[in-house]
């Protein structure tokens, strides 16, 4: 039996809450599964709003709107990052500004962070890495201080704290991820996190193609027709009836995974440091969102190595972010920025563990003796 990278499973009673939203007869957006999920985030967080979306991808789109993005502007985003916490914002004609990582934690660097700042820049969009909080202190007041918005790209942190505050909650809006390779899932989805009154009226409106359908189903306007901007950026209730199923066991969920991590580090600190392989670091004033388990090879060539020695024995390990400004699109807004050195140093190191909700004892207990059996010599 192999064991995969990732895999979805059934949390708890996703399939009742799909059959009871079919028995309703409403399977579109905005019924009564989705405001069970958006207020299941705004109680659980303290969020102002909270609007599930179609993907974290949309609602990251959602946020470039919001901010009235033109041509021209600069957004600056982490180096080591997903493909959307850039492009998201390239779509209204921003140009991302790449900012290099951290080396510990491989969050955006905010020591860096000032010095890319220009008369054209907008935003800047940390990205709480592995569900670990950024510095937001210190990027909150450089932003502050230059009148930036904040859009925390939030896809690995849902329910992960930093200085005892929710990540989510500290920029004026942030973006959730649902997708399977989350912690909490419907296969394909996400929110956006409104923290500031200022951006929900036009929020609702974006999202529903740029109509004020929102307000009319409110009863306060008598039609509803095109007012803004907008998309189809709402889920359809079939999916938010599997998310609520998800979310709203979302404590245990948290409990599993924060096991699955903590047996992982305990049982492999000792080979982590024999073969001189980082484990993830935690900052003191960060808790975590247990989102996944990485190691850092000494080199390209061990991992490549290690890689090889996992599947040798059914076992599924997989490495992310290619440096954004070394990607084929990418380059195209690099010409002349500094290069990030830290971001591409540890694309070409990092490997993600198999790390999923359903993960047995004895499938993580054949990942940690696979790897005690590797050694760098
Ligand atoms: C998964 C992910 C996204 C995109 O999420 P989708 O819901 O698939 O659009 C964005 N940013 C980061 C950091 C992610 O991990």
């Known amino acids: 039996m192999n064991i995969p990278f990732n895999r979805s499973s059934l949390q708890g009673r996703e399939l009742e809450y799909i059959q009871q939203t079919i028995a309703n007869g409403q399977i579109a957006g905005d019924q009564a599964f989705s405001k069970k999920c958006q207020s299941l985030l705004e109680n659980a967080l303290g969020a102002q709003r909270a609007l599930v979306t179609t993907s974290c991808t949309h609602a990251l789109e959602m ?40 080396p510990d934690t491989l969050n955006l660097d905010e020591t860096r962070l000032e010095a890319l700042i220009t008369p054209r820049t907008r935003a800047v969009v940390p990205l709480h890495y592995a569900g670990v909080g950024c510095e937001m202190d210190e990027i909150n007041a450089i932003a502050a201080r230059h009148g930036l918005a904040v859009v925390e790209d939030n896809a690995h942190g849902l329910f992960g704290k930093y200085k005892g505050r929710w990540l989510g909650t500290l920029g004026s809006l942030a973006a959730q991820s649902f997708h399977e390779t989350k912690n909490i899932t419907c296969g394909e989805g996400g929110a956006l996190l409104l923290n500031d009154d200022l951006f929900v009226n036009r929020a609702e409106i974006i999202r529903e193609k740029g109509t004020d359908r929102a307000r009319f189903f409110r009863g306060q306007v008598d039609k509803y027709s095109w007012v803004d901007l907008g998309s189809s950026y709402v889920m359809s209730d079939v999916l938010a009836a599997f998310l609520y199923g998800q979310l709203e066991m979302w404590p245990i969920i948290q409990a599993g995974r924060q096991q699955l991590w903590q047996r992982y580090d305990a049982e492999l600190r000792d080979w982590a440091r024999a073969n001189e392989v980082r484990t993830p670091h935690i900052p003191a ?7 996944m388990y990485y190691l850092l090879l000494p080199t390209p060539r061990q991992r490549q190595a290690l890689i090889d020695h996992l599947n040798a024995r059914g076992i599924l390990a997989v490495f992310h972010y290619l440096p954004l400004h070394l990607s084929e699109y990418g380059r195209r807004f690099a010409s002349g920025a500094p290069d990030c050195p830290v971001s591409t140093a540890m694309s070409d190191r990092l490997l993600r563990l198999p790390f999923y909700n359903s993960m047995l004892p004895s499938d993580q207990t054949r990942v940690i003796e696979a790897l005690h059996e590797f050694s760098n010599a």
Do not use: M
């Open 285 to 291: 004033h960060c808790d975590q969102a247990w989102h």
């Open 63 to 102: 946020a470039a709107l919001l901010l009235d993005l033109q041509p021209g502007d600069e957004v600056i985003v982490p180096d080591f990052a997903f493909v959307s916490t850039a492009n998201a914002f390239v779509l209204r004609g921003a140009r991302p500004v790449f900012c290099d990582i951290r």
